[in-house]
Structures are given as C-alpha cells and as structure tokens.
C-alpha cells in the first residue's frame, strides 16, 4: 500500500515536471507581449518631430517645407505614453536647417527625448526655359517655374513672372538661368537713328514733325531728335508708340 502511495506522488511529481517547461514559455511569452506593447513606437516619435518642424516653419512664413529626421537608434526603449506625444522647440532656435526638437510624455512613466530634424523651405523660382541673348524682351514662353531650396535662392532674383514679362535682359543668358535684378531693364521703344514722330501742343493746338532719335530710348524716358528738315535738336519723353512728346 506505501509502495504504491509513493508510485503515485512519484507520477504527479514527473507530471508536473513536465508541465513547468511549458507553463514557463507560456508565462515568457505573456511577458514579452506586454513588454513590447508598452513600447513606443519610434516612428511616432519621429513623426511627432516632423510636425513640430513643419509648423514652427509655417508660423515664421515659410512655405513647401521638407523634414528629414537623423534616425534614432533602434535600441532606444521608452515606455508607452498615455496620450499624444508632446513636442517644443526653444524660441530662440531657427526654423530651417539643423533643429533639435523635443518630444515630451508624463504619463505612465515621464520621459524625454531630442530629436534632431534638418528642416528645408522650397520657392517657386522663374527661371529661363531656354538661353537668350542679350537685348532679348522676354515673353512669357521664356520663362517657367521650378521649386528651389530657400537657403540656395538669391535675395536679388525677380520671383514674380510679371516683373520678368516684357523686360530686356542686359546680358546673355543660359537655359535654366535664374533673372535677377541688375539684369532686367525697360525694353527700348526707340533705337538710335530712328524716325519718330514729335508731337507737341498746347491749349488744344498740337504740332507734329518727322525727326531722327540721336539715341536708344525705353518709355518714359527722355531722348533728344533731330527734326528733318532743320536739323535742329530738341529733347523729348519717348512714349510706348514709339513717339516723342516734346514739352
């Protein structure tokens, strides 16, 4: 009867032998499910990063922006924040190029990283859509828009086409080209050795005369024409039909 007593605790000892293997994995594997589960996500935690980026540019004006993130390491463990992650950048930092940005969490377990993000802004640049020579008036046909890096951009360039349209380059340019400032001027209406038409009057009395301009002239400004005939100078302001008032 005893032999038998100690064959049956002897069973349920090796049963339960048996069972520990398994009831170990089991309670590892629960282990580890929770344990991955109360990880955050590192790429919230980049994407809060870009937010933030994106909108401390937006609130300094600029438009287009592009963010890239440095990678975190991915052996960085932080436990699951309870709510929406927060983000804060300092005041005195810019808003493009290299910007660290903080990205907080309070609860369950507070905690906080600095994510670096390099922060880009992009304009729509006029630029030429062929190479044009010097003295050309530019058409609308001559230009197009590509989007440039705002840091790569010239503060002298023309970004409006309607400030480009109509004008003269004053030097050769290549295809591609950006325009700026000092390379734009009024077309010239009136070319040297010209025949124009003075026209001058006053009280409703208007005089007309055939002359010959002395020099180039853009509208509005004032050139100086031998009348035919006398060959006397007088000096006028050329006007877009190419005559010359005479005051």
Same mark, same amino acid.
């Given at each position: =009867?005893?032999?038998?007593?100690? =064959?049956? #605790?002897?069973?349920?000892?090796?049963? $339960?032998?048996?069972?520990?293997?398994?009831?170990?994995?089991?309670?590892?594997?629960?282990?580890?499910?929770?344990?991955?589960?109360?990880?955050?996500?590192?790429?919230?935690?980049?994407?809060?990063?870009?937010?933030?980026?994106?909108?401390?540019?937006?609130?300094?004006?600029?438009? $287009?922006?592009?963010?890239?993130?440095?990678?975190?390491?991915?052996?960085l463990r932080l436990p699951q924040c309870g709510?929406?992650?927060?983000?804060?950048?300092?005041a005195a930092s810019q808003s493009l190029g290299?910007?660290?940005?903080?990205?907080?969490?309070?609860?369950?377990?507070?905690?906080?990283?600095?994510?670096?993000?390099?922060?880009?802004? #992009?304009?729509?640049? %006029?630029?030429?859509?062929?190479?044009?020579?010097? $003295?050309?008036?530019?058409?609308?046909?001559?230009?197009?828009?590509? $989007? #440039?890096? +705002?840091?790569?951009?010239?503060?002298?360039?023309?970004?409006?086409?309607?400030?480009?349209?109509? =004008?003269?380059l004053t030097r050769s340019l290549g295809e591609?080209?950006?325009?700026?400032?000092?390379?734009?001027? %009024?077309?010239?209406?009136?070319?040297?050795?010209?025949?124009?038409? +003075?026209? /001058?009057?006053?009280?409703?009395?208007?005089?007309? =005369?055939?002359?010959?301009?002395?020099?180039?002239?853009?509208?509005?400004?004032?050139? /100086?024409?031998?009348?035919?005939? /006398?060959?006397?100078?007088?000096?006028?302001?050329?006007?877009?039909?190419? /005559?010359?008032?005479?005051?």
């Open positions: =009867m005893l032999h038998k007593l100690q =064959m049956d #605790q002897t069973l349920h000892l090796l049963s $339960n032998i048996w069972r520990l293997p398994l009831l170990v994995a089991l309670l590892g594997a629960v282990s580890l499910t929770v344990w991955a589960g109360e990880l955050q996500p590192l790429d919230t935690i980049s994407a809060a990063a870009v937010a933030a980026s994106q909108e401390r540019a937006a609130q300094q004006g600029y438009d $287009n922006v592009e963010v890239d993130v440095r990678p975190l390491d991915s052996r709510h929406p992650l927060d983000s804060f950048i300092p290299a910007v660290s940005v903080g990205i907080a969490c309070t609860e369950p377990k507070p905690w906080t990283i600095y994510v670096r993000t390099q922060v880009s802004a #992009q304009r729509s640049v %006029p630029v030429l859509a062929r190479a044009l020579p010097r $003295n050309t008036v530019i058409t609308a046909a001559d230009i197009t828009l590509i $989007n #440039q890096p +705002l840091e790569a951009v010239r503060q002298d360039i023309v970004f409006e086409p309607d400030h480009i349209i109509g =004008m003269e591609g080209s950006t325009v700026r400032v000092k390379y734009l001027r %009024p077309p010239k209406i009136i070319k040297r050795g010209q025949q124009v038409t +003075l026209v /001058s009057g006053a009280g409703g009395l208007e005089v007309r =005369m055939q002359g010959k301009a002395l020099s180039d002239a853009a509208d509005g400004e004032r050139v /100086s024409v031998a009348t035919s005939g /006398s060959g006397k100078t007088v000096e006028g302001v050329a006007h877009a039909d190419g /005559s010359v008032y005479v005051p």
